[in-house]
Structures are given as structure tokens and as C-alpha cells.
């Protein structure tokens, strides 16, 4: 099975889809809702449901993930995640992040609150031990402009090509990266909920603080791993969100898949 970074990421990449947003001068709020499917290898691993509401520019998401099919095997995992803020003309403004799941028995927690731009609070739990030598710490410099795994997913961008051409600093409680995305192509994908135009990117992991050095699963998501995220534009918002996604890990591929994605009724 997949290396316990790669699923965390996996975890993180299976709210990418639920991230469509209506126009942010919506005069009432907007509710969509989504369910997602993981593989590995074509094999199924888990599954998700979304519930994302918009009230204006402030946005409301909340995911629950859980193990399926050869993952529920390997480790049962169920978790929420939840992530509040507001989009701005600069991109994502977060407020909170928070993501519980068990594994197995194991109850574990992330959470981690945002102000004036930066991070305010990061709380773990079980506690990370004790860090040795070769650990990268983080400092404060890193956590300034910084923002959580589902803030980092949403790309304001007036045309497709502008989608692709940025880095993103991306904080998940531990690990401090850039994702720098670049231009592969531009498609068409048709699931429930959307039918239209998509621009692939791929995503270079580049750790910058909140790693061990010389950790081989997180070498190869540096070095070799390829990671191709595909966008579809929402409406006349200016903003796009993923839809599709592919991680490479040491043992095999991972793919996330939007099945459903449409405004609640």
C-alpha cells in the first residue's frame, strides 16, 4: 500500500473537486455537493462526500473520506475535514482548517487557525516526537502567506492559461511546500454535475520546512514522483477547481476522481 505521505496527501487531494465556487457577489448563498473516488493501482482505496456552501466571498466546506474496497483491507480509515475563509482578489484568504480521522483505532487531529495573513495556531494530535538532527524546522518565515491543503486548490485566473503558471505555498500542520504548477495541456471531461473545457497542470512537491531529510517516500514525491492535477473553470467566476488528479508514489499510482458534483437541491 501506498507510504503514510501519500495517503495524508491522497486525503488531502480527495476535497480537491468540492472546491467549484460560485461568483463571489452571489446575493444568497449556494450549496453544492459531490462524492469522489480514490484507486490505487485501478483498485479502489476509499471514497468521499462533499458539502461546500458560499455565502458571498466567505466559503464553508466540509468532507467526510473514508477507507474502501483493498484500502478498508490494509487500514479502515474514516475522517472529516472541514476549512472556512473567504476568497479575495489575491486568491484564498483561510480562517480554520481542522481534519479528525481514525485509523484503525488511532484517533488523530489537525488543526490550524489563520490571521492577518499568516498562521496563528497549529494543534496535533497524537504529538509529533521528538525531531533528530536531520529534521527541517519550521520557523516563522515559513508560515507568512501560507495556507492550508483545500485553500491551495482554489485558482482565481481571468484565462486557462493563467491557471497553471503559479506556486503555492502550502501548509498542512507538519510539512511546510511550494506546489509550483505547470502547463501540460488543455482537455474536455464530462462527469454528473459538469460537462465542459479543463487545463491540465503539473505539480511539482517541493518541501521547504516540516520534513526529515532523506525520507524516501518524500524524496520521490520531490524527485520522481509525476503529479498531474486537471482544472475545469466555474461559470463566469474567474475561478477554477480541480476535477481530476494523479499522484505517483514509489509503489504505484494514485488517482482522485470526481463521480458527482452539482448545486444541491
Given amino acids: 500500500m501506498p507510504c503514510p505521505l501519500s495517503i495524508r496527501l491522497t486525503a488531502t487531494a480527495l476535497l480537491l473537486p468540492a472546491l467549484a465556487l460560485p ?7 449556494q450549496t453544492f455537493s459531490g462524492d469522489y473516488s ?8 476509499a471514497r468521499a462526500s ?13 468532507g467526510s473520506v473514508n477507507s474502501a474496497g483493498l484500502g478498508r483491507i490494509f487500514d479502515d480509515t474514516k475522517g472529516s ?11 484564498p484568504a483561510p480562517r480554520a482548517f481542522r481534519a479528525e480521522y481514525t485509523s484503525g483505532k488511532k484517533p488523530s487531529l489537525v488543526d490550524i487557525r489563520f490571521a ?9 494530535k497524537p504529538k509529533p516526537r521528538k525531531r533528530g538532527k536531520d529534521w527541517v524546522a519550521l520557523d516563522d518565515g515559513h508560515l507568512r502567506r501560507a495556507i492550508d491543503p ?11 492559461d493563467e491557471v497553471c503558471g503559479r506556486t503555492v505555498k502550502m501548509y498542512d500542520g507538519e510539512i511546510r511546500a511550494n506546489l509550483k504548477l505547470s502547463f501540460v495541456s ?12 479543463t487545463v491540465t497542470c503539473r505539480m511539482n512537491f517541493q518541501p521547504v ?3 526529515r531529510k532523506g525520507k524516501k517516500s518524500l524524496d520521490y514525491l520531490k524527485n520522481r514522483s509525476r503529479i498531474m492535477v486537471t482544472f475545469a473553470p466555474v461559470g463566469e467566476t474567474g475561478v477554477y477547481a480541480p476535477i481530476h488528479a494523479t499522484i505517483g508514489t514509489q509503489i504505484g499510482t494514485i488517482t482522485i476522481s470526481a463521480q458527482r458534483f452539482e448545486a444541491a437541491r
Fill in 81 to 91: 475535514l472541514t476549512a472556512t475563509g473567504r476568497i479575495t482578489g489575491n486568491g
Fill in 150 to 160: 483545500i485553500a491551495s486548490t482554489m485558482v482565481r485566473a481571468d484565462t486557462p
Fill in 116 to 124: 492577518n495573513g499568516t498562521v496563528a495556531s497549529t494543534e496535533v
Fill in 50 to 62: 462533499i458539502r461546500s456552501v458560499y455565502d458571498g466571498d466567505a466559503y464553508n466546506i466540509n
Fill in 23 to 29: 461568483a463571489a457577489t452571489a446575493a444568497a448563498p
Fill in 38 to 45: 480514490v484507486t490505487y493501482l485501478g483498485l479502489p482505496i
Fill in 209 to 211: 520546512a516540516g520534513y
Fill in 186 to 197: 488543455r482537455g474536455d471531461i464530462s462527469v454528473k454535475g459538469y460537462r465542459g473545457p
